[in-house]
């Protein structure tokens, strides 16, 4: 005979009281909170003891089998817990000694659990979608800021050289029009970072088949403390694409001008990737081709786009200044320059993330991508466009472009699953 599914609440109530789990204990007397061991599975120090209370909870969930993946274990273990209205109050999942977190038992007269399953019920009703997704998703304490004002680049990349600054004029003799190179494609770019369609806000893809997309590229994207990505970088000399390289190293990369450097090269100092620009070859418009070079010879330790706990950083290492913005098509002629002295946060994942559940509101998709703009400023003081700059570099952070593309092809109504607010429900929680 089938054995039906227990209450999580006087099953986890037990399995505290038992003893038999270790870490898993209360903290108090009142028996209002408990501690449950968090440690990551890649750490050196794990062992399947760490996982046990997450693994019997799965073997009598059906969430899970004694032989599935213990990240799985934890994922499902942690969204009952948010559905039965389980609020985290301490989180010292990284401390060397004793990874764990601290929960608060839900009151009997809270409405945590009874809520979500009201939202659940109500999640067909497209009208109302967007008031019960962030019903659903209140208590994710969501803060655009965050990340900011903690940010600390790693010690080995913390040291600066103070050389002259040079470079960031507006440089003379350019040509208005667009300047070929000899045997160069016709490409003039991708396309801009795309809005969402209005018609797609309404409904769009096999619901089922997004949220096994959304899920995929979940557990994929979070390694269960941060979250990651990986780069695709398209480099430009005056609208023309000379180059594109695919950076799987997770940390970042460094974008120097080294002629003899034909492949990505991992930097043992700083644990970058170095990329290097290409030679320019040969240019119709002589002009373009010495201002392009003089940008290129002043680059220096170049340009470094690295990756901090959950934000995308950059920082300018040579002489060469560097201006960025999100937007190739960016109107607002107020140029925004990479500092030297400190790293600048340029891509936060809780805004990211925010910006997703946006959409859902009707609003714009997020962006996915980083435009820079070497030697010379951007956004244009005078409007000039980006793809006439004599260097531009596009850097497409991957795992945000493809959870991106399948909500702008699924449409909101492929965000309404409640595995999908889950999944933005732990993302959040990682930031």
Excluded at 424 to 431: A, F, T, V
Aim: charged letters at 25%; a negative charge; aromatic letters at 8%.
């Amino acid at each position: 005979m089938a054995h039906s599914k227990p209450l999580l609440i006087p099953w986890l109530r037990d399995k505290i009281d038992s003893g038999k789990y270790q870490g898993v204990s209360w903290t108090n007397a009142e028996k209002t909170e408990f501690s449950i061991p968090w440690k990551h599975g890649l750490r050196g120090d794990s062992t399947d003891t760490d996982v046990l209370i997450f693994k019997a909870w799965a073997e009598v969930s059906g969430n899970g089998r004694a032989q599935g993946e213990p990240s799985v274990w934890k994922r499902n273990f942690r969204s009952a817990l948010r559905a039965k209205g389980f609020k985290l109050v301490f989180d010292n999942k990284k401390d060397d000694a004793n990874p764990h977190k601290i929960f608060h038992w839900p009151e009997e007269s809270s409405s945590g659990g009874k809520d979500l399953k009201k939202c659940v019920t109500k999640l067909d009703a497209v009208s109302l979608f967007p008031d019960i997704l962030q019903e659903c998703l209140k208590g994710l304490n969501i803060d655009p800021e965050a990340g900011i004002t903690g940010f600390e680049p790693p010690p080995e990349q913390q040291q600066l050289q103070n050389h002259g600054l040079i470079g960031g004029h507006p440089l003379p003799g350019q040509q208005q029009d667009p300047v070929m190179f000899v045997g160069a494609a016709s490409e003039t770019g991708l396309p801009e970072q795309p809005a969402c369609p209005p018609n797609r806000a309404e409904g769009g893809a096999d619901g089922d088949e997004a949220t096994v997309n959304f899920m995929d590229i979940m557990h994929k994207t979070g390694d269960g403390n941060s979250l990651r990505t990986q780069f695709r970088i398209l480099m430009y000399y005056r609208g023309v694409k000379v180059s594109e390289k695919l950076v799987e190293n997770e940390a970042g990369f460094r974008l120097v001008y080294r002629p003899d450097l034909f492949d990505s090269a991992l930097d043992s100092q700083t644990g970058l990737s170095m990329v290097s620009l290409p030679i320019p070859g040969d240019m119709l418009d002589k002009t373009q081709a010495k201002l392009t070079q003089r940008i290129l010879d002043t680059l220096g330790e170049g340009l470094e786009v690295g990756v901090s706990g959950n934000l995308v950083y950059g920082r300018r290492r040579g002489d060469t200044k560097v201006f960025w913005s999100f937007s190739k098509f960016d109107s607002s002629r107020i140029p925004q320059e990479v500092s030297k002295l400190n790293p600048d946060a340029l891509f936060l994942w809780k805004n990211f993330i925010q910006g997703i559940i946006d959409f859902s509101y009707g609003g714009d998709c997020p962006p996915c991508s980083l435009f820079f703009c070497l030697g010379e400023k951007w956004p244009d003081p005078e409007n000039r466009p980006w793809m006439k700059k004599l260097i531009t570099i596009e850097v497409v952070l991957t795992s945000p472009e493809i959870i991106k593309n399948i909500a702008v092809e699924g449409g909101a109504s492929s965000l309404r699953s409640v595995e999908l607010q889950e999944s933005l429900g732990e993302m959040m929680e990682l930031c």
